[in-house]
């Protein structure tokens, strides 16, 4: 079945730090990709999504690129920001309405 | 738009109450889905529907929990009777293509 596996968290980076984080995902069909951001206390919100193989999403300096070879995702941004420090999580569509998400990883960013 | 409401914000109850969550999805969405979240479990999906209809209701923990969609624009899930470990926080998304948009949550703590 469909599946997501993130890095295992917190990840822990310094301000201005380059930060990746691991996505890899099993799927049958084509699935469009997401990664999703949670801040403390709030509920999920969409930061990109990439509908295809090769496609890069890209939203508020981070940057995932659908790679269908290694069946990956992964999050990147160049230098991160004590504000960036939140739950990120990352998911692929299913053909039955619903996304199958990962189980988070945890940043932290120190000033 | 307003995006996803949910209300209560927080729900404080005993042991044994019958709690109401309740929700309304962004106009013109036709997937709803309910979530809960805990420190131990993560995200997990409870149930969702397409077009009012319930499709997948497999995440439900026990038959004290419930969920109903009377009209497009309306949700509620309830826990009757509750106990202390469905303390928890619960979203509710709505969706028209893949993209699921989150509300705030339903912070809900039973003592």
């Known amino acids: 079945g469909n599946s997501v596996t993130q890095m295992e968290g917190p990840v822990t980076l310094s301000e201005e730090a380059f930060l990746t984080i691991n996505c890899t995902y099993t799927?049958?069909?084509?699935?469009?990709l997401f990664w999703y951001v949670q801040y403390p206390g709030e509920g999920l919100q969409l930061l990109l999504k990439a509908t295809k193989a090769d496609d890069k999403g890209s939203n508020k300096g981070f940057e995932a690129t659908y790679r269908k070879e290694t069946t990956s995702f992964h999050l990147e941004k160049g230098s991160v920001q004590v504000s960036d420090s939140a739950v990120y999580f990352c998911?692929?569509?299913?053909?039955?309405?619903?996304?199958?998400f990962g189980q988070g990883t945890t940043l932290q960013v120190k000033p | 738009d307003a995006g996803v409401i949910q209300s209560p914000r927080h729900e404080v109850t005993e042991m044994g109450q019958e709690v109401t969550l309740r929700c309304k999805p962004i106009s013109g969405h036709d997937y709803l889905f309910w979530y809960r979240q805990t420190m131990m479990r993560g995200l997990e999906l409870l149930i969702y529907f397409n077009n009012n209809v319930p499709i997948d209701d497999s995440g439900m923990p026990e038959d004290r929990f419930s969920a109903k969609m009377p009209n497009a624009s309306f949700s509620t899930l309830k826990i009757q009777p509750s106990e202390p470990r469905d303390s928890a926080v619960y979203f509710c998304?709505?969706?028209?293509?893949?993209?699921?948009?989150f509300g705030p949550g339903t912070r809900l703590l039973v003592l």
């Open positions: 998911a692929l569509s299913s053909n039955t309405g619903k996304l199958i």
């Open positions: 799927a049958t069909g084509y699935p469009s």
């Open positions: 998304a709505s969706s028209l293509d893949e993209t699921q948009y």
